[in-house]
């Protein structure tokens, strides 16, 4: 067979450019996994300007961010208790009827040491045939008491006759009183008798044992009672306690200080100075928390049981440097974060995320987001919030 070589050559070149431009694979049309639009950094959110006009009515009002020294503390939150052996329960001395109320009682009233609340009238044991001796009694006394009448009637004659003597006369009048008493005595003693036979004819007084508020009020007008049965209860809250739960882990680190300031769970109003006090160990198992006690001087009764107060307690870690700003400043969103308003310029607000230290008072302790001498919104916050999210258009 005969072969030519332009064929050879041909089929040569074909495979080559075979070989050499192979077609390329089709690009994948899998798409991203996320695709962000529009993307905005934090630090460049809406700014709110307002007019002069919108600024007056908004109520716009700014403060200073100033740098503080101020030394590690935690802030918890504790209530207040009664303290133990500052209650007193008075007991009814012995069986008998309350009456005589001197005032109208409601618990809650302050109540003085010594004043007379009411009375209690004693019950006695009824005596065997009783009526019956009384009875025999005013018969007894009857017929003394005439009998004393004949005697100082005749005394007075024989002395208008001048047979008799005074003397005589004087101890014939002193019988006749004396068995004028007695029978009266037995008249009054039958009349009781058959009106209430089981009253004594003696009334205790019950009155306030110490200074104290009204705590329990546990008998009425009118009703009987057994010997040692409680009549009311006073509570002096001149004094009371601040229990403060504390994680157990975090004891260690607190520092020595014996007073700390007490102030209202708002940072507002009146503050109270608590002294650490050596009360009786409690603990929560399932919070993982013991409980400190502090004492408070309550002269006015202005602290109840069970109302929550804020303690600040000092820690022992080193005095560092903290931005403050007021705690009107700071907004919080639905998520917990803490943003406050920047101003910039004239009538111009940036909101600014920012970290919360700690509260101190009218105060806040801020650890990032802020820098010293800026100026930030301190009334008109919230009105600014809702300005730039649309609540306030």
């Keep these: 067979m005969k072969v030519f070589p332009g064929f050879i050559l041909g089929v040569s070149v074909v495979w080559t450019l075979g070989c050499t431009q192979a077609p390329k694979p089709a690009a994948s049309s899998v798409p991203p996994s996320a695709t962000v639009q529009n993307k905005v950094k934090e630090s460049d959110l809406t700014r709110v300007i307002l007019s002069e006009a919108a600024e007056r009515r908004l109520g716009i009002e700014l403060a200073e961010v100033q740098a503080v020294s101020t030394s590690g503390a935690t802030t918890v939150i504790g209530d207040v208790v009664p303290i133990p052996g500052r209650s007193i329960i008075v007991s009814a001395p012995a069986s008998g009827l309350i009456s005589r109320f001197?005032?109208?009682?409601?618990?809650?009233?302050?109540?003085?040491?010594?004043?007379?609340?009411?009375?209690?009238?004693?019950?006695?044991?009824?005596?065997?045939?009783?009526?019956?001796?009384?009875?025999?009694?005013?018969?007894?006394?009857?017929?003394?008491?005439?009998?004393?009448?004949?005697?100082a009637n005749r005394?007075?004659?024989?002395?208008?006759?001048?047979?008799?003597?005074?003397?005589?006369?004087?101890?014939?009048?002193?019988?006749?009183?004396?068995?004028?008493?007695?029978?009266?005595?037995?008249?009054?003693?039958l009349k009781r008798v058959e009106a209430a036979p089981l009253d004594a004819d003696v009334?205790?007084?019950?009155?306030?044992?110490?200074?104290?508020?009204?705590?329990?009020?546990?008998?009425?007008?009118?009703?009987?009672?057994?010997?040692?049965?409680?009549?009311?209860?006073?509570?002096?809250?001149?004094?009371?306690?601040?229990?403060?739960?504390?994680?157990?882990?975090?004891?260690?680190?607190?520092?020595?200080?014996?007073?700390?300031?007490?102030?209202d769970v708002d940072g507002a109003g009146v503050k109270w100075q608590g002294r650490r006090t050596n009360a009786p160990p409690t603990a929560d198992p399932l919070a993982a928390t013991a409980d400190i006690y502090y004492e408070i001087e309550n002269p006015r009764n202005s602290l109840r049981p069970g109302q929550r107060l804020e303690v600040s307690l000092p820690t022992r870690s080193a005095i560092t440097k903290a931005l403050s700003i007021p705690k009107s400043a700071i907004?919080?969103?639905?998520?917990?974060?803490?943003w406050v308003y920047v101003a910039e310029g004239d009538r111009k607000y940036r909101r600014q995320r920012v970290e919360v230290y700690r509260a101190s008072g009218q105060s806040t302790l801020v650890s990032q987001g802020l820098v010293e001498n800026l100026r930030v919104v301190s009334a008109g916050a919230a009105e600014l919030f809702g300005t730039e999210f649309g609540a306030g258009h």
């Design 155 to 189: 005394a007075k004659q024989l002395l208008r006759d001048m047979a008799g003597s005074q003397r005589n006369v004087d101890v014939a009048q002193q019988e006749l009183t004396q068995a004028k008493a007695a029978f009266e005595a037995a008249a009054e003693r």
């Design 331 to 338: 907004l919080y969103d639905v998520h917990g974060g803490a």
């Design 102 to 151: 001197r005032f109208d009682l409601v618990p809650g009233m302050q109540i003085a040491a010594g004043r007379e609340l009411f009375q209690l009238t004693p019950l006695v044991a009824p005596q065997r045939d009783l009526k019956l001796t009384l009875q025999a009694d005013i018969e007894t006394t009857k017929a003394r008491l005439d009998n004393a009448t004949l005697q």
């Design 203 to 263: 009334n205790i007084s019950v009155t306030a044992p110490a200074n104290g508020i009204l705590r329990q009020l546990q008998v009425a007008q009118g009703q009987n009672v057994s010997a040692g049965a409680p009549l009311f209860e006073l509570a002096d809250f001149s004094k009371v306690w601040l229990r403060v739960p504390v994680y157990a882990a975090d004891l260690k680190n607190l520092g020595p200080a014996e007073i700390v300031e007490i102030r």
